[in-house]
């Protein structure tokens, strides 16, 4: 679906979602045209007569009846070509199979001007200005709803048959109002918002354009709205008649459209409209296949400026089912692909500054996202689970796997396609990905998860378990809870630990309730043997007046030998302590932390000798000495609220959340980042997950203006300021987010 929201006076149904509006009210005075209902199973049946009914799920569908009034019914006299009665969570569907299955009905002659809609498992589709005479076969996709009329409708009437279609799946939603806009673009495959005043004239070439333009790829045709005006009228049309358009990007007067057969560049500054392909792989230079997905693009620094229009000439890369191509300002094109022909396939593409974001795969799983800090001056096909190349290496390589890539991403071992990637932010079916970078040392930059049930804070480096980050208020009573770094090594709930919000409203919730018999603990795992090496241990805690040892997170055995341990001691002082059975060092913070609220507490061993405390991004104690011998302890186990040895000094004052454990130390620059990002999330009201019911994420934006992250789901439209979430739509997103100023287009 798509919305925009902008300055244009909404629409509100007179009918709400499964409200009083039918289909049959179009067609009261007798007007052709057909409607179909799958969900009535009174209108299908098995055989064309119309003598075996459908009554069960799985079976076939031969006739459809119209429910019109007109009878013009739907069918199929090849038995093996009939489609399948669908029953599932998300709605009622008639099913094709995308090779042979179809329904066909006899249409009179209907005009030019017909309509057609439709509603499928992701979206609702409205055809205006159809040309329907005689056989017409219905779309070949899960189809749960169906209406053709021989005329043009009325804005009303388009809203109501749009809410109506849309209720019949339970993952398309509508919120309040339906945006002019979304009416007009409701068919766009891809969306883009194209400020030109961000452009190196500030837009002084646009003089036969819009300042500001909303372009949308139409399956056939490219249309440029002036979202200039109040009712972002019509500018432009681009008639892509015999392609299929897969993305629309623009900037510099450039605009891109990546098609199923090739690339089309328009040189708008230039004046150019004409449709024709300027990169297959016929051209010189070629591109590395012609079936695109997705295509970006970017001004590099020193780049030649085009002499007919004053602007630099941008750099485009395109995403296609053999690599990604990159159209280089030079006019040299570079390959990337995969040394494993099988893994070649790119579906997105995306620029941040010069680097150049994108993932390989091949078709139902993908190798990983790569990124190149600069474009590769040479082809290059990269090894399989590796950003080694032929011509040039990637910088840097995240996946969902935990012993493969710098960063492991959220999900299981491997990252679906239909996601999305927009500056830093990397989408999935399992969730969102927020990436803090370490473009000198991959392995040591930050991720962060968030879905729609929990969110794990920032992760950095090789992280090694991530807990207590959940939005589930219920108090945990035995059974496990869950680890949600990439390891998924849960701990075990010993008695009963009580959650509740962090603060009023909060969706992330605090782990309190600790005793002798009442805490969290994870048996030997050898993860969390660091040896000699640098290793971290953070989250946030609450205290109430404290009066004696409230160990927060302890590692170690009994007896006692090689261990650490954060807590708060009986004056209330954090204390961070690394303890090589020889020595023993603790960094400690004079400061009473009973009843101050919230603090982020960050204890770290350099690996050097240095035992440091971080209190609210703060370096505040330290304790240093010649290096330590090794922390590893094969009979260790990990204990959450109270001393590992025998479960004594428990943390009955504290309140726990967001724990992370690292087998890296983080930069005093990361440790102040992830102050400043998570404290939101202890602020009353505070949301922290994606908005509704859904972990995929179908699109994502970032407005470079307003610094916001547009994360779209089948629940609606979720918007990140950081970590946390500052407002959502209700409007499911099922294919492309922009946004720039403010403005944001959705599909």
Request: charged letters at 15%.
């Amino acid at each position: 679906m798509l919305n925009i929201q902008s300055p244009l006076s909404g629409i509100r149904s007179p009918f709400g979602r499964r409200g009083g509006f039918s289909p049959a009210i179009l067609f009261a005075g007798g007007e052709p045209g057909v409607w179909y209902d799958p969900s009535d199973l009174t209108t299908l049946f098995q055989d064309t007569a119309g003598t075996i009914p459908v009554t069960t799920a799985g079976q076939t569908a031969g006739l459809m009846l119209d429910k019109s009034g007109n009878d013009l019914h739907a069918t199929q006299a090849t038995a093996a070509a009939r489609p399948s009665y669908i029953v599932d969570a998300d709605g009622i569907f008639i099913q094709h199979d995308l090779i042979d299955d179809a329904l066909t009905v006899t249409l009179p002659d209907m005009g030019t001007e017909a309509t057609v809609a439709y509603v499928t498992r992701s979206e609702v589709r409205l055809l205006e200005d159809q040309t329907i005479s005689g056989s017409y076969t219905l779309p070949t996709q899960e189809i749960a709803g169906f209406v053709a009329i021989d005329r043009a409708l009325t804005i009303a009437e388009k809203v109501n048959l749009i809410r109506y279609l849309a209720s019949k799946v339970e993952g398309v939603n509508y919120g309040a109002e339906i945006d002019r806009l979304t009416l007009i673009a409701l068919n766009a495959v891809d969306v883009f918002v194209y400020d030109t005043s961000k452009d190196s004239d500030g837009g002084a070439w646009a003089t036969g354009y819009p300042a500001q333009m909303i372009v949308i790829g139409e399956s056939t045709s490219v249309k440029i709205y002036d979202a200039t005006e109040p009712d972002a009228p019509l500018h432009t049309t681009l008639d892509f008649t015999g392609y299929t358009v897969r993305a629309v990007t623009a900037l510099s007067g450039v605009l891109s459209v990546a098609t199923s057969t090739g690339l089309a560049t328009f040189n708008l500054a230039d004046g150019d409209v004409t449709v024709a392909l300027d990169y297959t792989t016929a051209t010189s230079p070629a591109i590395v296949n012609n079936s695109l997905n997705d295509c970006a693009m970017t001004v590099l620094p020193d780049a030649p400026i085009d002499p007919a229009t004053g602007l630099p000439v941008p750099t485009i890369a395109v995403a296609t089912a053999g690599g990604v191509s990159v159209i280089k300002d030079d006019g040299t094109v570079v390959d990337i692909t995969c040394a494993d022909a099988s893994f070649t396939m790119s579906t997105i593409v995306d620029f941040k500054g010069s680097q150049l974001w994108m993932n390989q795969g091949n078709g139902g799983s993908v190798d990983g996202i790569f990124i190149f800090n600069t474009v590769p001056t040479a082809d290059t096909a990269l090894t399989l689970n590796s950003k080694s190349g032929t011509g040039a290496n990637a910088d840097a390589y995240y996946k969902e796997h935990p012993s493969l890539g710098d960063l492991h991403l959220v999900g299981d071992s491997s990252l679906d396609f239909n996601n999305a990637v927009s500056q830093g932010a990397i989408g999935s079916n399992d969730g969102l990905n927020h990436i803090a970078e370490n473009p000198d040392a991959p392995k040591e930059g930050m991720v962060a998860y968030t879905t729609s049930t929990y969110n794990t804070g920032w992760m950095n480096g090789d992280i090694k378990g991530a807990f207590l980050s959940d939005t589930d208020d219920t108090d945990l009573v035995g059974g496990t809870d869950a680890d949600r770094s990439v390891n998924d090594n849960s701990l075990t709930v010993n008695g009963t630990v009580t959650r509740s919000p962090v603060a009023t409203g909060a969706d992330l919730v605090a782990y309190s309730g600790f005793s002798p018999s009442n805490y969290l603990e994870q048996p030997y795992n050898s993860d969390l043997d660091f040896g000699t090496g640098d290793f971290c241990v953070m989250g946030w805690v609450k205290a109430t007046t404290i009066s004696a040892n409230n160990y927060l997170v302890s590692r170690n055995s009994n007896p006692n030998a090689q261990r650490w341990d954060l807590r708060l001691n009986a004056s209330g002082f954090p204390e961070f302590t690394v303890d090589d059975d020889t020595t023993a060092r603790t960094a400690s913070y004079s400061t009473n932390a009973s009843n101050t609220g919230w603090h982020h507490y960050v204890g770290i061993y350099d690996g050097a000798g240095g035992v440091f405390l971080y209190v609210d991004g703060v370096l505040r104690a330290s304790a240093t000495g010649a290096a330590l011998l090794t922390v590893s302890n094969t009979s260790a186990k990990l204990v959450v609220g109270a001393y590992a040895v025998d479960y004594i000094t428990p943390a009955t004052s504290s309140s726990i959340a967001l724990l992370r454990i690292s087998a890296t130390a983080p930069t005093a620059d990361q440790i102040a980042k992830i102050y400043a990002d998570e404290l939101p999330l202890f602020q009353n009201n505070a949301a922290a997950t994606l908005y509704g019911a859904s972990d995929a994420v179908t699109a994502l934006a970032h407005d470079p203006d307003t610094g916001l992250l547009h994360v779209g789901t089948s629940a609606g439209r979720s918007v990140f300021q950081g970590l946390q979430r500052v407002g959502n739509t209700t409007t499911s997103v099922s294919t492309s987010i922009s946004a720039s100023g403010g403005l944001i287009v959705e599909k």
